[in-house]
């Protein structure tokens, strides 16, 4: 999921943190903070994330 990250803010300023873990530690999740100057933007990064073949959900 990193790697998605990291791909799709290219360039820009972000921070990443991990935000849960599952008890059998089969899903973790991250927190993604990046400040965007407009709505197509922020749908372009999302659109990045979602599609990653390791992403199963993005919020």
Known sequence: MVEAVENAVSGMEYDLQASNISQKGSYFSI??????????????????????ENVKMVL
Request: charged fraction near 25%; charge should be neutral.
């Open 31 to 52: 927190s993604l903070k990046v400040m965007v100057d407009n709505q197509v933007i922020r749908d372009i990064i999302y659109e990045k994330i979602n599609n990653h």
